[in-house]
């Protein structure tokens, strides 16, 4: 590539308008969906804000990954901080993932670093954590820690964070912490005295459809330019999220289907896009799974697959008449509607295709079927049924 070439790339148009605020680190403005948990966080650490004695808070929230663990917590801390700094109370929020340090030493000498410029050699972690407690007390500050993935660190090391207040003094432990971790991986590390130092174990459930959209409305409408993602589109995202139990993969979706716009040099996101991003993101398309459905299942998502080509959702009447259409071309007998409805519900069981009942008003009976694919491109899928068919009717 040459200069010219080069350049001529950062004058494309883009579809984003903020591509950071789907980035894992962000922190929206608002938080959606999470009320309850918030105002039992503030229920918790309001204390170090009114009493002069400011005690320390030990707190966990738990819950499956992807259900807003992470962002609920630094919502919280910023939060937090902005009304603590309005009542001249100065608070420091830090956050630390486990992922990144494994262990209570690497937390203590990296804080160690940031509030007092010393490396920490020589000192042991309780000799390097009272530097810290001493430097918030002559400071006046006080620190609201966050430890993510706190079941990688060990029984003993989680403990020792708990037990902070403990091991020096109330007066000196100008410090609470907030624990964040998944359940499962929580319940090996748990113990009884553990579980004796948290004031509060809060657990929080996977969004479901409504609070997904909600929630991912908005970041759409954070990160992207109008008209460039539509509400069909959005609803397929969401109802991946609800499948998965993980917002975090409708995000990453809005992400990689947005540099695939870019790259391919288009105004707005398309429904394969979607998929296809949904696909790298989370691949639970499972060819296998295919390969074990029978003729006339194959028959019907076959139907299905060709009733979207220009569609993101497809009616079953539709999608039945392209499937009698794939059965004239293979000479196979078709079946009657009621059959293929199971056909549909069978799919949709496996996960290979998404249904909803949608309410029209305008119709006589009111409602009818609309499907679509979730984790497939079209023309992926396509091939793959081609492939199939050709070898069993050549």
Known sequence: MDEDLFRKEFMKKSVFKQASSLDFSYVPDKLYCRDDTIKSLIFNFRRILEEKEQPSINCLLLGKGGIGKTVTARYFGKMFRTVALEKDVNIFIEYYNCINFRSKSKIIRELLAKYTHGSGRGFSDDEALKLILTKLVNDQGYMLLIIDEAHLLKPEEVLAFLDIAETFGHQNA?????????????????????LSRLNDKITLKPYNFEEAMTILQYRAELAFKEYVLNEELLTIVSQIVVEHSNLRHGIEIFRKSGFKADKEGLDHITADLIRAASNEVYPTFRADVVDQLNDQELLALYGI???????????????????????????????????FRKYVRQLNLLKIISSKTVRIEEAERGRHLEITLLDIPVEKLEELLIEIFDGKYS
Do not use: G
């Open 305 to 339: 697959t060709r009733s979207l080509m220009s569609e993101d959702y497809a009616v079953v009447d539709d999608a039945f008449e392209e499937y009698q259409a794939v059965c004239e071309t293979y000479d196979v007998e078709p079946h009657v509607k009621m059959s």
């Open 174 to 194: 100008k410090l609470s912490i907030l624990l964040i971790s998944r359940n499962r991986d929580w319940m090996r590390i748990e113990t009884e005295r553990i």
